[in-house]
């Protein structure tokens, strides 16, 4: 300061005053909190309201307790629409002496901005003096909570108070407009507002909700022009900056909604409503990544906004981040059924992946309310196509066209409801008057071409395609269309030839490729079919025609898991086609894991559960799961579906079977043979059955009806085998059963050929059969007990324990193949013998026979008194087996224990009296051997 005294006093006096003014301005002495205050009113004058929000922050650092500078604070706070900081500042000018009533009407409006209705309408009071306009604006704020809160009657009553303190006021207009607007009376509203803004042009309220009712009427350049004023009348309000930036998204006016997003945002960092504007303009552009950037930090801003949830839902669909997008939606739907996007854009989503029953829950209850709504016309019909529901897809596409009887896709939805009805007169009709006004639109002749063809009009479509073809050289939707009518009228070789054309444009044209793999089955050319489908798949991993050939392929080769992982790709990339879920669920029902493929098939239900084909497959895993309660369900609901009433015969018959109901279930199953014959699953459970009550004559008609039906089915064969082992017709037998081998080899097949072939005195060829098993099937305990009892019958007692020995190094542990080397070598190798009872014991400590070789063993051993705890073990397990009770007889004589072996025996007298001589096979044996037993005590 001392330099700047000395400049003063050097200077001339010509130039002083100027350069006093200059020095003093750059000084930047601090001011006092009056000056500051002073100078924020003069910046809220000009409207300037950054400036005058930091000379008030300086007013109050030099004085925090300037009530004045909290209560202008607040206010500013009021005007950008911080409701909350509004109500701190004012609260506070209140405690520092500020009148309550200066600062009632803008505490009011701080709780209203923060849509704490309750609080507002119960906690703050009007004070005493107001004066009549502030009253009624009082009123109609109250009013206009209880709108808010769904209050329409409550807030008529506010409105009349209003009326009554200042009958003349804009605000008593205001409130009646309101009124209007929510009875939905947009008219009268409008009228209101005109009122009101007669007697004051710059009321902002008044031209902020007359521009929402003109935005509501599509007259978006009036509203942008009213909000505009709004912001003018007051300055500045965000609200209205907020919707005057939606205004100008709907007139595409992305420039100046960006400049409004910049405006709130430079006023209120982090604000939401910023951010969403940046969203949605982002989404309108064209520019989902930028959106979604914008509305992640909405969301995080404000988790429970719906619209921004909406709108992100939106970005992350165009994002290809569908199921993101749908767990979104669902949300808000799961909230408000009625909240319209977000069913819209939901629905949409589940169309594209298939989901058309859920679809179509969701956009039915607006289909009254919607009727005259194009957009939603379209998008409707579109999913009724789609499902297949033709008869209610022309009733809403004949809507639609009347709506706008020019409008192109209203034309072609109509027509192809027409083609899924099979009118294809009115179809051609509907295509003929699109391709008048637009001949270059090829969708439409495609849907043309598709109409000939389903009304088998070949000449027309040949001629419709060949137009096309010619008209647009080398179109592969033309191309692809030639190629299918050579398919359909069995010109085999062009439609090879139109789909290698085809290749040659478009090498990975997978259409064309899955054609010529079909042409490839057609010609019976299975390695070329592979290989195509090879390519097909190599092309377009997932692909379902290729998935279903090729896992088909895995399986019959034995590579389940690679076939497995085709049709969980193909499920996974193809949500809306049924036949790769069917095809894993047969393959899991085929391996005995009904389980699995009722977990298959689960997740389907919401898409297919109307289907006859799941809910067939469905039933078939719940039977073969036993679940007869979740079956019978399904059932009622195939029972609504017309056709198919011998399967559902059939179905029933296994029902009622599981439920044991047998007669029942001999009815349905007759039903079911009556009707279908010639089903092979039908057929097989009838053949049965029949087997079963020994009717073998009708057993025997069936099967071989069977067989003239289905020459190459492998299961024809293997029942028709094992009935002629039942019938101990073993050379028949082994003619069906190697057949059935050869065709589809399996565990079962394999033993019953074995047995057939042993009865059949083919003993080399038995062992040779069930050896091979072993190598393709695993050590399975059961071939090597069949190997081991063909040896014994066959009396060749050294190799059925040498096969039953090597099962056990094998690791094979089975409790049957302990028992009988137990009993084979009790005799040669008793302490062998007796460790490999014990082990037997061991594993099936419940099975009478097992327990009965262990005692046995250790008699012969003298170990007496555990040998009979075993054989009295066994005769209790037995539940009345007389050869057990007999060997526990016998080893009471070895031990000496005469006076119980009596008792025993007079035990197994009275049973022989009260069984039938006639009926009981090998009852002499038994009686024959008592009687030995009695002659040695």
Known sequence: MKELVAMIKNTKKSGFVLLFMLLITGCDRDKTDVEYVEQAKHYQDAGEMAKAGIELKNALRVNPNNGEARRLLGMLYLTIGNGEGAEKELQRAIDLKISYQAVAL?????????????????????????????????????????????????????????????????????????DAFYSK?????????????????????????????????????????????????????LGDVYKRARVRIDLKNYTGAEADANSVAARVPNSVEAHLLRGIIGLNNGNAEVAETSLREAARLSPGNEEVQYYLAVALNLRNQPQQAKAILESLVIKDPYFYPAVLALSTIEIKAGGYNRAKVLLLPFAASKKQDAGFLKLYVDLLIRAEEYPDALSYALKLVEIDSQDVASKVLLGSAYLGLGRYADAIDQFDRVLVAEPDNYLVRGLKVKTFIAAG????????????????????????????????????????????????????????????????????????????????WSANPGNVDAALALSAEDFKQGKASAGIGRLDLAIDRNPADLRPMISLGEYYLNANRADKAVSILRPGENKFGNDPNWLNLMVAALVAEKNTDSAKSLMERLDKIPGNEGIKAYWWAQIHALSGENELANMSLEKAYQINPDNLRIGLAYFRKSVLIKDYDKAKSVIDLLARYYPDEPEVYAQRGWYGLLLKQPSNAVSDLKIAYEKAPSLDVLINLARAAFLNNQLSYSVELL??????????????????????????????????????????????????????LKAKEPAAALWYANKAVELAPSAAGVQDTLGQVLIEQKQYEQGLRALSEAVRLSGGDLRIRLHYIEALIDARLLAQAKNEIQVVEKMLQKIDSSSSEGLNVIIDKLAELKSKI
């Open 106 to 178: 803008p505490l009011l409006r701080s709780v209203y901005l923060q849509r704490d209705y309750r609080r507002m309408l119960q906690q703050i009071k009007m004070p005493e003096g107001l004066d009549r306009e502030s009253q009624a604006e009082w009123y109609v704020l109250r009013g206009r909570a209880r709108i808010e809160m769904g209050q329409l009657i409550d807030a008529r009553a506010e409105f009349a108070a209003a009326a009554k303190v200042a009958p003349e006021s804009k605000q008593v207009l205001l409130g009646r407009s309101l």
């Open 771 to 824: 050896k091979s098993g072993l190598k393709k099937f695993g050590n399975n305990a059961v071939l090597f007990k069949e190997l081991a009892e063909m040896y014994l019958v066959s009396g060749k007692s050294d190799q059925a324990v040498q096969i039953m020995r090597e099962a056990v190094n094998a690791g094979v542990n089975d409790p049957v193949i302990y028992n009988n080397l137990a009993w084979q």
């Open 185 to 237: 009376n947009y008219e009268g509203a409008e009228k209101l507002l005109d009122f009101a803004l007669n007697k004051d042009p710059k009321f902002a309220e008044a031209l902020t909700l007359k521009g929402d009712i003109l935005r509501l009427q599509g007259k978006l350049q009036e509203a942008e022009a009213l909000y505009t004023s709004a912001i003018s009348a007051r300055r500045i309000n």
């Open 457 to 536: 009009q070949m000449d027309q479509a040949m001629e419709a395609a060949s137009k096309w073809a010619q008209d647009k050289k080398h179109d592969i939707n033309a191309l692809l269309a030639l190629a299918e009518i050579y398919r359909k009228i069995g010109d085999l070789k062009s439609a090879r030839d139109t789909y290698s054309t085809i290749l040659t444009v478009q090498k990975d044209n997978v259409v064309a490729m899955n054609g010529i793999a079909q042409l490839n089955v057609l010609a019976k050319r299975g390695a070329d079919a592979l290989s195509s489908y090879q390519a097909l």
